[in-house]
């Protein structure tokens, strides 16, 4: 496509239940950032895939979030057991390449809420 | 990262320029500027970068002090569509991966008036 895309755009869940969150990132694009923001907050980075590197997770709160990206494409970040301070917007980036001067392009981001 | 500091807000008449401001006074050698905005219920776009020359593309232009130490953000004709939170960061080249994450401030809330 022609730009980063996320799925749902929004999501409404209980604490306590499973959701996951979808990234489809610029074809041709091997690395991909996955980052929350909070209301009124700046981005915390969550999770980090570089091809066929192992991604770095040390942006993860807690051993309830977890992301995969298969086929070096598309990426899926779960959360488990999900709680009242998870409630974000789940924004995903993908670069060209892994340069420190690559554009990061997100998409538009999944706002979640959980009641 | 180099810590930036920004106005929190800035009103901007449409049609006029509008000029950001940006201080990064302990920005070392390696260290880039990146200007992104996010225009409500939106993904952050990118804007423009620099390392130390002024930068000019289709969305604004990026002025560097010769000491590196603030830059300004310029859009030169200010829509609506503007308004938006600005945010400045510096980001290093020489570290890899993860370290490549971007790492926003509060940002400038620039507000374009009819």
């Known amino acids: 496509g022609a730009g980063v895309s996320q799925s749902p755009s929004n999501k409404v869940t209980e604490k306590g239940k499973d959701v996951e969150l979808r990234c489809d990132p610029i074809?041709?694009?091997?690395?991909l950032y996955w980052y929350r923001q909070s209301l009124g907050q700046g981005l915390e980075f969550l999770i980090y895939?570089?091809?066929?590197?192992?991604?770095?997770k040390s942006g993860l709160p807690s051993d309830r979030f977890s992301a995969e990206r298969t086929g070096g494409s598309v990426s899926t970040l779960t959360i488990q057991r999900t709680q009242q301070e998870d409630s974000a917007v789940y924004l995903c980036?993908?670069?060209?390449?892994?340069?420190?001067?690559?554009?990061?392009?997100f998409g538009p981001g999944t706002r979640l809420t959980v009641l | 990262d180099a810590k930036t500091t920004q106005p929190p807000s800035m009103d901007c008449a449409e049609g006029r320029a509008a000029n950001l401001p940006c201080n990064h006074s302990t920005i070392s050698g390696n260290e880039y500027v990146y200007w992104y905005r996010q225009i409500h219920s939106q993904g952050p776009q990118y804007i423009i970068h620099g390392l130390k020359n002024n930068e000019t593309n289709e969305m604004a232009s990026l002025i560097i002090t010769e000491d590196r130490k603030s830059s300004t953000l310029i859009l030169p004709h200010a829509t609506l569509r503007d308004t938006a939170v600005y945010y400045c960061?510096?980001?290093?080249?020489?570290?890899?991966?993860?370290?490549?994450?971007?790492?926003f401030g509060k940002g400038t809330l620039l507000t374009v008036n009819p």
């Open positions: 895939f570089q091809g066929n590197s192992a991604p770095d």
């Open positions: 074809s041709g694009h091997t690395a």
């Open positions: 960061i510096v980001r290093s080249f020489t570290s890899g991966g993860s370290n490549y994450k971007l790492t």
């Open positions: 980036a993908s670069i060209v390449g892994g340069l420190p001067t690559d554009t990061q392009y």
